[in-house]
């Protein structure tokens, strides 16, 4: 078994999936399962995408990672929180309650279609925010892996919004007449609607073990996965993370200054974490 699943480690690219939607007519999720290569897997991953332009940046990225995890006997659930991505509703409509809600549906499916009996929830970059709220308000996965996450999302919006205004004043998106024609507006962030609550909820979310609301400890544990600049204590998470996991400075940066409709790959060094952290995630199933 173990030279079958070495095999099928070591390839690359996406694997097959199977996509179907969640939830009720009036309000649906896209979702994608990428099988188990074995019989009966006990864990699955549950993939939280970032947020704003980093979630379709990310899109590749997410696919090939859930691909490789399958392929070495993790089923993987990718799906887009309501409002964003292939997802109904409109990108207003989304907001860390909703957020909350589609978590609960996704993990629930990833149960029932995979057959798991536990499940790691995989937050990526801002998706750690809400995941922390979920879990505060009864979320129950089993382990929680968060990938460069957002720590501070006060800082993090005031960041956005600097991109935002640089965005809008780019010379190499308009005509150098035309640069600064595009006036901000607080309602649109990144090139989409954004709601007032979302703000709100993003600027007064942090990722700490020691809030007195919404606590992310609270019966989850904790892997992250973090660059060398994150291993510094002004950068980890407030959190006690039993794990930590390398990420190659050569990898995707998806809060990086790249356009944001630049798409990321999973390069061979980036390669190699995926799989250390796989090995590592089948030990613990």
Wanted: aromatic fraction near 8%; charge should be negative.
């Amino acid at each position: 078994m173990g030279d079958a699943l070495t095999l099928q480690a070591n390839r690359t690219g996406i694997g097959a999936w199977e996509p179907f939607w969640l939830g009720d007519p009036g309000r649906q999720l896209y979702a994608s399962l990428h099988r188990s290569a074995i019989a009966g897997p006990r864990l699955g991953v549950l993939f939280a995408a970032p947020l704003f332009h980093e979630q379709p940046r990310s899109r590749r990225l997410l696919a090939e990672m859930a691909s490789g995890f399958a392929a070495m006997g993790l089923p993987s659930l990718r799906f887009d929180f309501f409002g964003t991505g292939d997802s109904g509703g409109d990108s207003d409509q989304a907001d860390f309650t909703s957020m909350c809600a589609d978590l609960t549906l996704a993990a629930q499916a990833l149960r029932a279609q995979a057959q798991v009996q536990r499940i790691v929830v995989f937050a990526w970059r801002a998706a750690a925010l809400p995941v922390a709220r979920w879990i505060g308000e009864g979320g129950d996965p089993d382990l929680v892996v968060l990938w460069e996450p957002i720590i501070d999302g006060a800082s993090w919006l005031a960041e956005l919004q600097r991109a935002d205004a640089a965005e809008r004043n780019s010379a190499s998106r308009y005509r150098p007449d035309h640069a600064g024609a595009v006036p901000a507006d607080e309602r649109q962030l990144m090139g989409l609607a954004v709601s007032p609550r979302l703000l709100s909820d993003i600027a007064g979310a942090r990722l700490s073990g020691h809030a007195p609301t919404h606590a992310p400890t609270q019966g989850a544990r904790y892997w992250a996965v973090l660059r060398p600049v994150q291993s510094s204590p002004q950068q980890k998470p407030e959190l006690a993370l039993q794990r930590v996991f390398d990420l190659p400075v050569d990898s995707p940066d998806l809060g990086s200054g790249l356009r944001m409709d630049s798409g990321l790959f999973v390069g061979p060094s980036l390669k190699r974490t995926a799989e250390e952290l796989a090995w590592a995630l089948l030990e613990e199933g």
